[in-house]
């Protein structure tokens, strides 16, 4: 680098640092400290998914429960902000589609959240609004699938055999897919 540049530099770096600085003296003679003020903000942040069940401080983007049809899935979902923004956060549950027929799917008998059996809205539920600054909430969710012949979560009756878990279900691999939605309300 250039000589005259760094020599410069050093000029400005000294002049700056208070080293040569003086009072400001205003035109009516008074003189008056000068002063300057840094204001810093950090945006907020919103961390959330599904709590690993190994550490409940971590939340992880996909979650897959096996043998669903045998022990009804139950997961936890959570969020940690630093914001205080309104917001709802929403989900979907597939029936559970069957992995190679087309068409072949298990309905979804209920849905629970914390434990209480939960009313979607046009197929969605929610399952937590509303954030306080500094806040984090975890819910427990159980999806179960339809055992029976009856009503599903959406409030369709079902009385084919291949809708529900029974012997007459079509064999084979079976996969409901929950999707999780946070909006600003």
Same mark, same amino acid.
Do not use: W
């Given at each position: 680098?250039?000589?005259?540049?760094?020599?410069?530099?050093?000029?400005?770096?000294?002049?700056?640092?208070? +080293? &040569? !600085?003086? =009072?400001? @003296?205003?035109?009516? /003679?008074?003189? %008056?400290?000068?002063?300057?003020?840094?204001?810093?903000?950090?945006?907020?942040?919103?961390?959330?998914?599904?709590?690993?069940?190994?550490?409940?401080?971590?939340?992880?983007?996909?979650?897959?429960?096996?043998? +669903? &049809? !045998?022990? =009804?899935? @139950?997961?936890?979902? /959570?969020?940690? %902000?630093?914001?205080?923004?309104?917001?709802?956060?929403?989900?979907?549950?597939?029936?559970?589609?069957?992995?190679?027929?087309?068409?072949?799917?298990?309905?979804?008998?209920?849905?629970?959240?914390?434990?209480?059996?939960? !009313?979607?809205?046009?197929?969605?539920?929610?399952?937590?609004?509303?954030?306080?600054?500094?806040?984090?909430?975890?819910?427990?969710?159980?999806?179960?699938?339809?055992?029976?012949?009856?009503?599903?979560?959406?409030?369709?009756?079902?009385?084919?055999?291949?809708?529900?878990?029974?012997?007459?279900?079509?064999?084979?691999?079976?996969?409901?897919?929950?999707?999780?939605?946070?909006?600003?309300?």
């Amino acid at each position: 680098m250039n000589k005259k540049v760094i020599a410069l530099a050093l000029v400005l770096v000294i002049a700056m640092s208070g +080293a &040569f !600085a003086a =009072d400001l @003296v205003v035109s009516t /003679g008074t003189v %008056t400290d000068v002063t300057a003020t840094l204001k810093a903000v950090i945006g907020g942040f919103f961390h959330h998914g599904f709590v690993n069940p190994a550490d409940s401080s971590e939340f992880n983007a996909t979650l897959e429960i096996t043998n +669903a &049809f !045998a022990v =009804d899935p @139950v997961f936890t979902y /959570g969020y940690e %902000t630093n914001t205080s923004t309104d917001f709802g956060i929403y989900m979907e549950v597939s029936d559970f589609e069957h992995d190679t027929e087309t068409g072949v799917a298990i309905k979804i008998a209920d849905v629970e959240i914390g434990g209480a059996t939960a !009313a979607p809205n046009s197929g969605v539920y929610t399952l937590l609004t509303s954030a306080v600054s500094g806040q984090s909430e975890n819910v427990q969710i159980k999806i179960i699938p339809l055992k029976a012949t009856g009503l599903d979560h959406l409030g369709a009756n079902i009385s084919s055999t291949l809708e529900y878990v029974n012997d007459n279900a079509t064999p084979g691999g079976y996969t409901s897919t929950v999707t999780v939605s946070v909006a600003t309300v």
